[in-house]
């Protein structure tokens, strides 16, 4: 297992290097609730595309959060392999594991015990009900999987191997897509069966992982003596992933504001904003891939004490990113009813998705930028400005916003979707003040 080295090299080029396998890992993850919802879509009712489409989103803010706490694995094994300590980096990953037992535990018995609360308060649609309880729960039962998912994926980022996490999701897709085929369109059992495939495919996705490590040599020295909570290493994985995680959790529960207000408009409004969502990721893929791949580029260059590289890592991102940004936005505009009609047969349906899809059309050039500035705090362990930022955006502008729009009269899905690029634009602003200000400090 080679680990890329992103301390040396032409910035841009050693970036895209690493942040191609990503994108491709990311597209391939969204691939699994894009396929969900196809294959619902193409074989089963509105009613189960609508739970599909809203537990997929509650559910993801659970994953959101996930992916936020393991930000601080990658971010402690970055520093740790870019200064050289390998018996750090070791210790580190084994304090981690712990700490993600735990976190697998507590929210495995969440899901499944509050499932039906969880989909009432969420104010699913009531033909939609049963169907997106059992959604959440049969996910909530596979979260074992999906967090030590994240958290290997977290380990390779944080070493420089962006490419293992690809060839371990690419093959968990292909099984994520013919347990779909066979158990929603063969035997019918519509959103429980998307959610068993996708359960099962993040299982074995663990399962290769592991396998790769067990018979890969590994750039840091680890053993299972190093499994158990070291105080010193579980507070900075902690104070890095806690407030990201945070923010994830409270930006998330904002898109979730914004499912119960649709929700309310009916069925068909609350299977379009499902719809939408899955193609938002990807239209988003880019930057995403921008704001991982720049956290562990920026904690591996600052543990090698080369800070002036890892800035100039945020400006290189930011630019590439925005030309991919244009390129989604003018795709969603003018064409998000075609790319709606890949996950729906129903016209309202996709109707409605395109007039939501117009509000992220404008936000997919914001977040070229936002991301980029969130990876580049991340690795720089700035991580309660993100916190804060994310707050202010999703509750002082998203939400509000949203509210407002709902309250106008012929309200449509183009107004509510709206809160989404208010907030990015908002968030840009803090995000350059606070580069001014830790600029001026050298930090």
Known sequence: MKKQSLTQGHILRSLMTFAFPVLLALFLQAMYG???LFVVGKFAGTNEQSGVASGSQLFNMVTMIITGLTMGVTVFVGEAIGAGDKKKAGQGIGSGI?????????????????????????????????????????????????????VIG??????????TPLITVAIACVINIVGDLL??????LGA??????????????????LGFILKKELPFEFSRHNIRLEKEYVKKILLVG??????????????????????????????????????????????????QSISAFVAQNNGAGQYERSKKALFYGMGTAFVAGLTMGILAFFGGDKLAAIFSNEPAVISAAHDYLKAYAIDSLLTAILFCFIGYYN??????????????????????????????DGASLFHIGLGTPASSMVQIILCLIAYRVYHKRKL
Do not use: W
């Open 192 to 209: 429980a069966g998307a959610a068993i495939a996708t359960v099962c495919a993040q299982a074995i996705s663990v399962l290769i992982s």
């Open 154 to 163: 977290a380990v390779f980022r944080g070493i420089g191997d962006s490419k």
């Open 379 to 408: 690795g720089c362990e700035k991580t309660v400005f993100v916190m804060v930022q994310g707050i202010i955006g999703a509750f002082c502008i998203r939400i509000p916003v949203v509210y407002a729009m709902s309250k106008l």
């Open 34 to 36: 894009a396929v969900d």
């Open 183 to 188: 158990l929603i369109g063969v035997f019918g």
């Open 98 to 150: 712990c700490i993600f037992a735990i976190v697998a535990c507590v929210i495995t018995l969440f899901l499944v015990t509050c499932s039906t609360p969880l989909t009432s308060m969420f104010h699913a649609p009531q033909e939609a009900f049963s169907q997106t309880s059992s959604y959440l729960r049969i996910c909530g039962i596979g979260t074992v999987f999906i967090v030590f998912y994240n």
């Open 242 to 291: 806690v407030p990201i995680a945070t923010q994830e959790m409270l930006v998330q529960f904002s898109f979730l504001f914004i499912q119960v207000i649709v929700n309310k408009m009916g069925v068909t409004a609350s299977a379009a904003v499902g719809v939408a969502e899955k193609v938002c990721v990807f239209l988003m893929l880019v930057a995403s891939a921008y704001m």
